[in-house]
């Protein structure tokens, strides 16, 4: 097992890159990558790096020529024979090739195109733009790439001692956690913490520790290099990526409605029936399956992302019953906000019920709350969002308004669209400050460069 005290204490990046391969992302981003290579490919898409965190102040942190290395680094890589073996020929979900040649000899040859990064007020402020199967590809190593950055620039303060006693501590901490959740031995429960991870090698510890510490209650890792490396299963389905960007391309207020449905029958044909997990929060959980077209009622089940997860569930099973379907029979997938006690909470309330599982993200593979001064290692929001599609701006309703994301008078067209009434605000774990007036400035210009000035500004919360 690497020391990763002793890796961190004599850190040389050529030895730990942050990221190592183009297979070191989420699953559901190759899994979404086919499909708009397949149905949008031409479509121009602007993605943007948002720190909600204002408070961490990444360019005072990060030296940016460090951070430009890495980012060159990540535009060196392109898959090795071994990843495209494994991928062309693995089984995912019971399905072979799950990958088309199509996809393949296109992913075999990808380089990732080039960024943009600027500094303004302490922060970065990181754009890509080009054709949406290319650009999309950035998202998770680029927030992995800063997450981890500014790990090591906390780090590079203590000693050798020091490094080894934080992680030690660290470690119990995540095997205390494991302990409770072994208690339940129906639980089901996956890795989902890439974007956010403390760093590359803190997350494959991280998944070592669950497959011995849970054994067949770990379902496996959102991170497909980790998933080759460690014989466990790559998890993942879609995101709200896709009907973001589909929605962004409606010419008018009826293909608007349409959108996030015609996104699923997309992914329907794309996979003959497999992955069919619906994320219906994009715009408003409530209005989605009130409207939702018959056939969707017989999809395998529904993933919870923001809102109230108590009540996104019940929601869910009173609307398969409502459809004729049984509830028992259906999965629901947790993946917001994510700790033991709500974990615990969750498949209590909900066992027997439904088939319950969970995607566990920040609080699995970046606990590091406590164990440093003035708790310089914890968590953070950093997201990288496609902001525009074809010039137009992406919007994002979400379940919790203040998720909401994109131009005031386009969150409000899209709330009357999908007939959002009134929500509940919830906090946003993890979440504080505001966002910088930067994002503002820097999204507006990256959209104003593919369709001109762009009224109103849009204006970005907490989402």
Partial sequence: ????????????????????????????????????????????????????????????????????????????????????????????????????????????????????????????????????????MWEIPALACLMELRSRAVLKEMGKFELQVLYARAMTKLWQKIEKLREVPEIAIADFGTRRRHSFLWQDWCVQAMIEGLGPSFTGTSNCLMAMRREVEAIGTNAHELPMVYAALAENDEELADAPYHVLADWHEEHEGNLRIILPDTYGTKGFLEHAPDWLAGWTGVRIDSGDPVEGAETAIAWWKARGEDPREKRIIFSDALDVDTILTLQARFSGRVRVSFGWGTLLTNDFRGLVKDDALAPFSLVCKAVSANGRPTVKLSDNPRKATGPEDEIARYKRVFGVGAQRELDVTFFKGEIPAGVTRTVKGAIGRLAGALAPAPTLAFG
Avoid at 29 to 40: A, G, H, I, P, W
Avoid at 48 to 73: M, V
Wanted: net charge negative; proline share 4%; glycine share 4%.
């Fill in 1 to 136: 097992m690497v020391d990763i005290a002793t890796r961190v204490w004599n850190h040389k990046w050529k030895i730990d890159p942050i990221v190592r391969s183009l297979i070191d992302t989420d699953f559901y981003k190759l899994l979404m990558c086919q499909s708009v290579l397949r149905n949008r490919p031409d479509t121009t898409v602007v993605f943007s790096l948002i720190n909600r965190s204002k408070h961490i102040r990444l360019a005072d942190l990060i030296d940016e020529g460090e951070l430009r290395e890495q980012l060159d680094h990540i535009r060196s890589l392109s898959l090795s024979r071994g990843e495209s073996t494994f991928l062309r020929g693995n089984t995912f979900y019971g399905k072979r090739q799950m990958f088309s040649p199509e996809f393949m000899s296109w992913f075999e040859h990808l380089k990732l195109p080039p960024y943009e990064l600027e500094t303004r007020d302490g922060q970065y402020e990181l754009t890509f733009e080009g054709a949406w199967p290319e650009v999309m």
